[in-house]
């Protein structure tokens, strides 16, 4: 399995960002996959999660309305389209997946796989 991420970058308050998450060596259609975030002496947070085989999607309540998690099956990518960035979304960005006993909404603890992670900076 294997996750990589992309789409990082620095903007500016109020600015868009869209990251994506390639995923290859499982079947995508039939996981979760999620956004997590984690910025420097903070605990990791989960962002946005999205089970592939429903489009069913979750996400945290600091970004309801300003992130958008979506998929492309033909693709195997999950994107997370993020607008009206705030200073207190600057963190390293990571995609998780698993299929494996996933609750709903998923935690950290139910994502096996991990990608390398992708840095967001808003200023």
């Known amino acids: 399995v294997q996750l990589v991420e992309s789409g990082g970058g620095s903007v500016q308050t109020g600015g868009s960002l869209r990251l994506s998450c390639v995923a290859s060596?499982?079947?995508?259609?039939?996981?979760?996959v999620g956004w997590f975030r984690q910025a420097p002496g903070k605990e990791r947070e989960g962002v946005a999660h999205i089970a592939t085989d429903s489009d069913r999607t979750y996400y945290t309540d600091s970004v309801e309305g300003r992130f958008t998690i979506s998929q492309d099956n033909a693709k195997n990518t999950v994107y997370l389209q993020m607008d009206s960035l705030k200073p207190e979304d600057t963190a390293m960005y990571y995609c998780?997946?698993?299929?494996?006993?996933?609750?709903?909404?998923?935690?950290?603890?139910?994502?096996?796989?991990w990608g390398q992670g992708t840095q967001v900076t808003v200023s």
């Open positions: 060596g499982y079947t995508f259609s039939r996981s979760s």
């Open positions: 998780a997946t698993d299929w494996r006993g996933i609750d709903w909404p998923p935690h950290s603890g139910d994502y096996g796989y």
